[in-house]
């Protein structure tokens, strides 16, 4: 089954930096589309960055541009999201995402990543 490992969260001050780190436990076939979400507390899950692999196409949340970037390595299975000029609005469960597609049955799946927490102290 796959599984998607996260890494880098912690507790940083407002305007210092964090990067978030995720690696898939294997090769998949086809990998549609990587991505970061974010839940803050009470708050439902909301799509911070996210990477395609056709045309390696990104898109990210009005809140994050210019702040944060996303970036993949194919050939590694991993997905990182840099972090910059963090707030306090920032904190919270940060989930990366994947989105595959079975090259038989054409079914979609989608993978979670257990979470990794970020706090951005005022």
């Known amino acids: 089954q796959v599984q998607l490992v996260e890494s880098g969260g912690g507790l940083v001050e407002a305007g210092g930096s964090l990067t978030l780190f995720c690696a898939v436990s294997?090769?998949?076939?086809?990998?549609?589309?990587m991505g970061w979400y974010h839940q803050a507390p009470g708050n439902q899950r909301e799509l911070v960055a996210i990477?395609?692999?056709?045309?390696?196409?990104?898109n990210y949340a009005d809140s994050v541009k210019g702040r944060f970037t996303i970036s993949r390595d194919t050939a590694k299975n991993t997905v990182n999201l840099q972090m910059d000029n963090l707030k306090p609005e920032d904190t919270g469960l940060y989930y990366c995402?994947?989105?595959?597609?079975?090259?038989?049955?054409?079914?979609?799946?989608?993978?979670w990543g257990q979470g990794t927490q970020v706090t951005v102290s005022s």
């Open positions: 294997r090769r998949i076939v086809r990998i549609i589309a």
């Open positions: 995402y994947l989105q595959s597609q079975d090259p038989f049955t054409h079914e979609r799946s989608i993978y």
């Open positions: 990477i395609t692999t056709a045309a390696q196409m990104t």
